[in-house]
Every structure is written in C-alpha cells, then in structure tokens.
C-alpha cells in the first residue's frame, strides 16, 4: 500500500466541501494511513466530529481548549505536530490560507500548523470569484514562500451555482499528490526502507491481580534505540511494557505486560528486517496465577517458578537471510564473557551489553556505558542514552 505506516493529520476547515473530506480519509486508510482528523470550529457546522473519530477511530481535535477534559487538550497541537508525516488541510478556506500565511493560531487546526514539523499541503476551496481574489492570489503566493504545498483547486459547477476555479480535487488528486510529497521528504538513511521492530521496558509475571515479579527497567534505552532507528530511515515499531518513560507520539507503539504478552506479539514481526531487543524480560513467572489477591494468612512461604519462553533464542532460531537480530545484556559479573555466549549460543548479529557496576549505566539513568559485541567488534560508547543509541545503529549499519 502506497502510504503503509504514514501517519496523515488531515484538516477540515469551514466549507462546503468538507462533506468531501470524509471520502479523502478513505482513501487515506485504504492506502494504509492512520490518520487523524482536525476541524475547524465552522467546519463542524457542515459535518460532524462523529463521523470523522468514528471513520478514523481516533478523537477529532477542534478546541484549543476541551470543557469536559481540561487536561487533555491545549497541547494536542504540539503531540499532534510531532506525530504526523504530512499534514493535509483539505479543504483549506479563504479565511484559514490568510491566518496559516499571517501565523494566526487562534483554533486547532492553526496552532497545529505552527507547531508542525512535517510538510504541509493545503488545498484551498472556495467560490470562483474568492479564490481569484488578490488578496487569496497574495496569500497563496506567500504560503508557497514559506514552504507550505499548494494543490490548485479544480473548475466545474461550485456551490454558488457558478462554473469556475474553487472546487476541491477529488480524493485521489490529493492522495497522489500526498504520497509525491511524503517520498520526498521521505528520511534517508541505512534504515531506509526496512522493517524495525524495537521492544522496551519490563515485563510484569503476576502472582495475583496485586503482586507481579518484575525488574527496574525504565525503557528509556529502548526507546532511545526506536527513536535512533526511526531518525534512520527505519519504518520502526516499538513494543514496550510499562514503562516509566513518555512514548513519543512520532512512534508507532504497542504495549505488552508478560513476557508471553511480548512472546505473542513479536511473533507478528519475527520477519522484521530488523529486530533489536532491548526489553528486560523476566527469565520466569509464577507457576500458578491465582485469580483473587492472596491474604498473607493463607500465604505459602515459597513461590513455585517456571521458565518464560526465551524470545531471544527463538528469534535467532528463526532467523531469516539478511535479518539483522540485536539482544541487549545486562550483567553485573563476567560482562564480556556473558555477552559473547549469549551471541553466540542465541545466534545474534549484535549484542549491546552494560553493566550495573559501571557509574551512570543502569536502569533508571539517562546515560549509560554500552559495551557493543559482534562476530569480531568490541566497542564502547558512553554517554546519553539518546547519542549512544544513534551510534551503535550507526556502528551497526555502516556498511549498508
């Protein structure tokens, strides 16, 4: 599918033609998009937000500020910003062109603009005699300066029951239009074009609804390493337990609990181009589970374990031609010993291994000291995790 994994914010702003815009979100979809939809307060005079959150099954952001959750809403425009690949102001009004050119925010749909990082095409609809207006002929002009895409209306009977310039293309116009605009700003790098599939985080093995075995890990590694591979070229997923750190909402993300929840999950993506597993995932879970809290009165002394399926050694055992299998060690004796067995005996390309001894290494730390081991490499790299995680990706691919 031509637009499969791109995340496409689409705007609807106050004319008649935003009814067309529910058939442009199809298309989107079927292409493979997820898309959220943002609306101008008029706009929901023409059509309603049920329709679009129903279509797109996502929240349709109007307000700047929302009544009925005051939490939610006044920075949607930022995550939202961030979150999308290109964003599709379709259809755009007079009114709307003039605020995005003069950096009005005064809506949602405005301050999402100001606050986007992706390309930006608008498609304004509006009469004839508007859209040939010198005012709109400026703004257009100013707005094609400043960087934002402008696809041109088409001619035919408009609302006013004139033949002339203003109507909105129909969906497939834009839709190819789109896919033009995502390739070319599409991120180049070593990652371009393959699969990532990154996991993160700690898994919880529960004893009863309350207790669970656990570990310390934060996720932060992990999802430094998603972002590192995204900043790639990588269409990267990230599956992550629950983890302490912000999930941004530029990452295609799903959550897992146990590790026979991540277990049932990477099988989905065991065919991943790239698999880099940097979860701590606990090596046992309780033999029974039970199903109401256990009161300490009742309470055995002693917890029967069993294994959890090693992930790991079944991803190496499976392992495809030209896929690239990245495990994660975390040792406190024997680092060196202890990460070459586990590459070797789990087949693995790479292993990234630290230790908790080592200042600013662990857990909860935004630095780390990762000792990287392959067939024949051995090389450290010490710093924010956010840097090291680019670096080792970097080290990992240079020759792609």
């Not at 609804?209 to 990588?234: D, T, W």
């Not at 080592?358 to 924010?384: A, M, Q």
Request: hydrophobic share 40%; aromatic share 6%.
């Amino acid at each position: 599918m031509m637009l499969s994994g791109k995340r496409i914010l689409l705007g609807v702003t106050g004319g008649i033609a935003a009814y067309k815009a529910v058939f442009l979100l199809r298309e989107f979809q079927k292409s493979g998009a997820d898309v959220r939809v943002c609306m101008t307060p008029s706009a929901t005079r023409f059509i309603g937000t049920e329709t679009f959150s129903s279509l797109s099954r996502h929240e349709v952001a109007v307000d700047v500020f929302n009544d009925k959750n005051p939490g939610d809403s006044w920075t949607k425009h930022i995550h939202w910003g961030e979150w999308a690949d290109l964003f599709v102001i379709a259809p755009c009004t007079a009114n709307t062109l003039s605020k995005i050119v003069h950096g009005q925010s005064d809506n949602m749909l405005t301050s999402t603009v100001l606050a986007a990082r992706c390309p930006i095409l608008i498609c304004p609809t509006m009469d004839g005699e508007m859209y040939e207006s010198p005012a709109v002929t400026e703004n257009l002009k100013q707005s094609l300066m400043r960087g934002y895409y402008v696809l041109e209306p088409e001619s035919g009977y408009l609302a006013s029951g004139l033949e002339a310039t203003g109507r909105l293309p129909e969906p497939e116009v834009i839709l190819k239009k789109s896919v033009e605009i995502i390739k070319q700003h599409r991120i180049s790098g070593p990652l371009t074009g393959k699969k990532v599939v990154v996991t993160a985080g700690p898994t919880r093995e529960f004893l009863d609804p309350v207790r669970f075995i656990s570990n310390p890990s934060s996720g932060k590694m992990g999802v430094a390493m998603a972002e590192a591979a995204r900043a790639l070229g990588g269409d990267v997923i990230l599956l992550h337990g629950p983890v302490t750190v912000s999930i941004p909402s530029r990452l295609q993300a799903k959550s897992f609990l146990s590790a026979d929840d991540l277990f049932e999950q990477i099988q989905d993506y065991a065919k991943a181009d790239v698999v880099i597993m940097a979860a701590a995932v606990s090596d046992f879970k309780p033999g029974e589970k039970h199903g109401q809290k256990v009161k300490k009165e009742r309470a055995e002394r002693t917890i029967q374990l069993e294994q959890n399926p090693d992930i790991l050694a079944w991803l190496g055992e499976r392992k495809k031609k030209g896929q690239v299998l990245i495990g994660f060690a975390m040792e406190t004796e024997g680092l060196k010993e202890n990460a070459l067995s586990k590459l070797h005996k789990k087949n693995l390309d790479w292993v990234c291994a630290n230790s908790l001894i080592e200042s600013d290494s662990g857990f909860e730390s935004d630095k780390n000291t990762v000792h990287l081991f392959g067939r024949e490499t051995e090389e450290t790299y010490s710093g924010p995790k956010e840097q090291i995680a680019g670096e080792i990706l970097r080290r990992v691919f240079a020759d792609d």
